[in-house]
């Protein structure tokens, strides 16, 4: 069996790294609007001393943010990617 236990120092760490990653994309144009409300909890779940959930909700904090990043380079819908591939032809 796999040990899950986090630490408070591990907890720590992934909330200034997710807090790095918004920064940065923030700094890009990117909206971040949707993993904000995820990071405060994970701090939230590390005053409680909760620090498996903190940690958890940090790494949903940092993937929000890297999917939103992912989101502004990535044409997602069928026009986007007619639109996009009729630029490259273009070029």
């Known amino acids: 069996m796999v040990s ?9 760490a992934q909330i200034k790294i997710c807090e790095g990653e918004l920064i940065e994309a923030e700094s890009d ?14 701090r ?10 903190a940690f958890l909700h940090a790494v949903r904090a ?8 992912l ?5 997602h819908s069928k026009t986007e990617k007619i639109k996009h591939s009729e630029k490259l032809k273009k070029k």
């Open 62 to 69: 940092r993937r929000m943010t890297l999917e939103s990043r």
């Open 44 to 53: 939230a779940f590390l005053r409680d001393r909760n620090y498996e959930k």
């Open 71 to 75: 989101e502004k380079v990535i044409p």
């Open 29 to 42: 144009g990117i909206d971040t609007k949707d993993a904000e409300p995820t990071l405060r909890l994970a």
């Open 4 to 12: 899950t236990d986090i630490d408070e120092e591990q907890a720590k």
